[in-house]
């Protein structure tokens, strides 16, 4: 009966038509990631590049097919409601990055892009501590989704016409 039921299972998972996902086909073998002064989104996405694709991160934009040009990269915190009292109930955190995927020879694998992330969060006084955890795992989650939909796009991208 366990054996029926397993196979049932496994035929219904190979329906429905569900994948892990995999390494990420890259349109290009070697990218250039400019090098940031501050951990952010770039760090992420070479860690990302290096560990789930098979393209290779090299330090020299000439010798890359690819760079990768991070144009903005801002995260904003927006009060969305107060108490009575005048303290903030809850607010947003905004993450708002802006690149360019190009080669050395003017063509773009993917034109200027901007993608935009937000979270509502409550707030209360009584947890600060707490809450400043919070804040900052939640910009790490955006900042992992922020990562993700950047491969997918580059992903998506195809190589630029000589």
Do not use: W
Request: charged content about 25%; proline content about 4%; some cysteine.
């Amino acid at each position: 009966m366990t054996r029926v039921l397993a196979l049932a299972l496994a035929l219904g998972l190979a329906g429905c038509g569900f994948q892990l996902r995999g390494t990420a086909e890259l349109p290009f073998k070697t990218v250039y990631l400019p090098p940031s002064g501050t951990p952010g989104v770039a760090l992420e996405l070479r860690r990302n590049i290096q560990a789930g694709t098979r393209a290779k991160v090299v330090d020299d934009p000439k010798s890359a097919e690819a760079v990768i040009e991070f144009t903005q990269e801002s995260r904003d915190r927006v009060i969305l409601s107060l108490a009575g009292s005048g303290r903030v109930r809850e607010f947003e955190l905004q993450y708002r990055v802006s690149f360019r995927v190009h080669d050395n020879k003017g063509g773009e694998f993917v034109p200027a892009n901007t993608i935009f992330l937000k979270r509502a969060i409550t707030y209360t006084d009584a947890e600060i501590l707490a809450k400043e955890r919070e804040e900052y795992q939640t910009y790490r989650s955006l900042e992992s989704e922020m990562v993700q939909q950047i491969l997918r796009r580059i992903e998506a991208a195809q190589r630029p016409r000589s």
